[in-house]
């Protein structure tokens, strides 16, 4: 089989998602007004395009998202002193589970799924509350790390803002996001909620591989 030379991410169109043809993505994007959508050269540049916002990737050439020896000290390493989380969907909606681990083993310490019709952002928002309501409920001081900026997004503003309709196959895993976000809005936290960045430090451990 003939390697993709690209992939398509539409974050605004028709139908959000990854794409591997120039004509399925074209078919997303048409006669949608203000379209966002750009390509990759990998499957997992776009997988983490797509968990982050247009306005990350909009006008940058391919060696701006190459860092730089400066930008990898400035960077640093990982705080080992956390866990990371992260989650996999096949498909978008598709088979979602995510997972926490500790960052530094990679140890698992909560992984749940699969679920029916899921996304993988639903993934992302639960698992970092999940990581939350671990933490606390060990009083542990060690921070989260998560590679979905719009994840971080939703649980600062304590919701799930999933465009996906709730539907009986789905069903479940809306029960499990109200629950979070009931947490969200019940309880208090401090831990530290941390970007990883994956540029510097590679996949992040919690990563599922499906590549």
Known sequence: MAKKSKFYVVWKGKRPGIYDTWQDCKAAITGYKGAEYKSFATFDQAKKAYNGSYNDFKGKKKDETILSPIELLKIGQPNYHSIAVDAASSG????????????????????????????????????????????????????????????????????????????????????????????????????????????????????????
């Open 92 to 211: 978008n909606p598709g088979i979602m589970e995510y997972q926490g681990v500790d960052t530094k083993t990679g140890k698992i310490l909560f992984k749940q799924g699969p679920f029916q019709q899921g996304t993988n952002n639903i993934g992302e928002f639960l698992a970092i509350v999940h990581g939350l309501a671990f933490l606390k409920k060990r009083n542990s001081d060690r921070i989260i790390y998560t590679d979905s900026r719009t994840a971080m997004s939703w649980v600062r503003k304590k919701t799930c803002n999933t465009k996906l309709p709730e539907t009986p196959q789905n069903r479940a895993l809306f029960s499990l996001i109200k629950r979070a976000v009931d947490w969200l809005n019940k309880n208090q936290y401090q831990t530290p909620i941390v970007k990883w960045e994956t540029k510097a430090w590679g996949e992040i451990p919690a990563d599922f591989g499906r590549k």
